[in-house]
């Protein structure tokens, strides 16, 4: 199995920045595409950005593009979300996920989830 822990969340204002880390460990941890889904309070788990194993490939909603990037470093083991010009919307749990394919994590059914980090982003 593989176990992704998610940090660095945390309270900021409007305008502000934070970067999201999330590091996969685990015997099976191999050439997985990493993501971010985040669930705002009250509403469902939406998709925010998703990178293929060697980094190549990314996507990210249409609500974060500009604002956001997703990168990977340490061995393609890590992944991270530059979050910048942060909005009170931005405010949710966070969740990295991790799957073979960028359509699977882009998806709720990916098959590995960490435990989330909380965002909050202060008007």
């Known amino acids: 199995q593989v176990q992704l822990v998610e940090s660095g969340g945390g309270l900021v204002r409007a305008g502000g920045s934070l970067r999201l880390s999330c590091v996969a460990s685990?015997?099976?941890?191999?050439?997985?595409?990493m993501g971010w889904f985040r669930q705002p309070p009250g509403k469902e788990r939406e998709f925010v950005a998703a990178i293929s194993w060697i980094g190549v490939s990314t996507y990210s909603t249409d609500s974060v593009k500009g604002r956001f990037t997703i990168s990977r470093a340490n061995g393609q083991n890590t992944t991270y979300l530059q979050m910048n010009s942060l909005k009170p919307e931005d405010t949710a749990v966070y969740y990295c996920?991790?799957?073979?394919?960028?359509?699977?994590?882009?998806?709720?059914?990916?098959?590995?989830w960490g435990q989330g980090t909380q965002v909050t982003v202060s008007s």
């Open positions: 996920n991790a799957d073979a394919s960028l359509a699977l994590v882009r998806s709720t059914s990916a098959a590995y």
């Open positions: 685990g015997r099976t941890f191999s050439r997985y595409a």
